[in-house]
């Protein structure tokens, strides 16, 4: 989305409660050498030039136009129903209290607190590492109930969102996306609206089109973006709920579906250029591919991809079989 565009999106979202700005100095820019991402201090992306960019190309994924990524946490059901808290750097971070941010050159932890009134009811963690993939951060998110009593109801008392607006450079606001892993248990539901509000409760919506809640392969040329809401169960009183989300970058589509499956992701988004705008894209995802993906959500790891043969091995292969064909028609007029 372009800057204007984001201008009001933003003023659409001050009427869902009251937005406060992030304080002074409290952000980063962080690389493990491979990807790079710009962290705010409440754990949304999107600060100084960088959301999260390819090093390698010097290409940008979410920084471009709207600042539109980030996430939101709320409680579903008991005393606290409908209570939540969120960062996005497009307009602000709702209900987010005691923020502390920590980082070194390759690292850094966001801790918030979401409250109720006077009372605090959750403590988000958003701790950034390098993954045991050179392709992928590692973001552990822990929810922790800090009320004496049962924070939410059911198998879905509390929620987590994660959205993102896809500005894949070198063709930003033109980019073909993925989105793969509706099925997971703690999943409920996805959609390719990257503008939409870090509230959890709040509708998926979709751009183009595009249905929400399912699976869908290189939608686009569009400009667009991805967005996951999840459901954990009730937390019981001082308890915490810890899963992972990845986002990362690779020269291709495939490879960096290999980063993903190396991880053991179950939910997942690729995103990659456009080639009828730009002759360095490809279908492949060249020149670069970006992705965000969670694992500990109740679904199946993906399969890496299938190995395809290079064509000059497939010549080969082709030019044995010709040459065993051959060998043995020879032998059967021989008999």
């Known amino acids: 989305m372009t800057r204007r565009g984001a ?13 406060v ?16 991402l710009g962290i705010n201090a409440e754990g949304s ?21 709207c600042l539109c990524e980030g996430w939101g946490a709320g409680v579903s059901g008991g005393t606290f129903d409908n209570i939540w808290g969120g960062a996005n750097r497009a307009a602000g971070n709702f209900n987010v209290n005691d923020v502390t941010f920590t980082s070194t050159a390759n690292s850094a932890r966001s801790t918030v607190t ?21 392709n992928l951060y590692e973001v552990t998110v822990t929810i922790t109930n800090l009320t004496d009593g049962t924070a939410g109801a059911g198998d879905d008392g509390i929620r987590y969102r994660r959205v993102m607006d896809w500005d894949v450079q070198p063709t930003a606001f033109s980019e073909f996306v993925t989105i793969q892993g509706n099925g997971a248990e703690n999943l409920l539901g996805t959609s390719n609206n990257g503008f939409a509000t870090s509230n959890p409760f709040s509708g998926r919506g979709s751009v183009g089109g595009v249905p929400q809640d399912a699976d869908f392969s290189n939608e686009g040329p569009l400009d667009q973006g991805a967005l996951f ?8 009183a001082g308890s915490s709920r810890t899963f992972i989300t990845y986002y990362g970058t690779a020269a291709t589509e495939r490879e960096l579906l290999s980063a993903l499956a190396s991880v053991g992701a179950e939910v997942y988004t690729l995103a990659k250029c456009n080639p009828a705008v730009n002759d360095a894209c490809t279908t492949g995802g060249a020149p670069s591919s970006f992705a965000f993906g969670f694992k500990g959500v109740g679904g199946t790891p993906i399969p890496p991809p299938s190995v395809i043969p290079e064509p000059s091995t497939v010549l ?7 040459v065993l064909l051959v060998g043995a028609g020879r032998r059967r007029r021989l008999v």
């Not at 700005?21 to 790079?36: C, D, E, F, K, L």
């Open 45 to 65: 992306l999107n600060f100084d030039g960088v959301g999260l960019a390819n090093v390698a190309t010097g290409f940008e994924s979410t920084f471009p136009g």
């Open 114 to 134: 979401i409250r109720s009134g006077d009372t605090d009811v959750l403590r988000v963690v958003h701790d950034y590492s390098p993954s045991a993939s050179p």
């Open 7 to 19: 201008v009001a999106v933003a003023a659409l979202w001050l009427g869902a409660g009251v937005w």
């Open 21 to 36: 700005a992030a304080p002074a100095g409290a952000q980063a820019v962080i690389s493990n050498g491979t990807v790079q």
């Open 229 to 236: 809401d999840f459901g954990f169960n009730a937390l019981a």
């Open 316 to 322: 080969l292969l082709g030019s044995g079989l010709l």
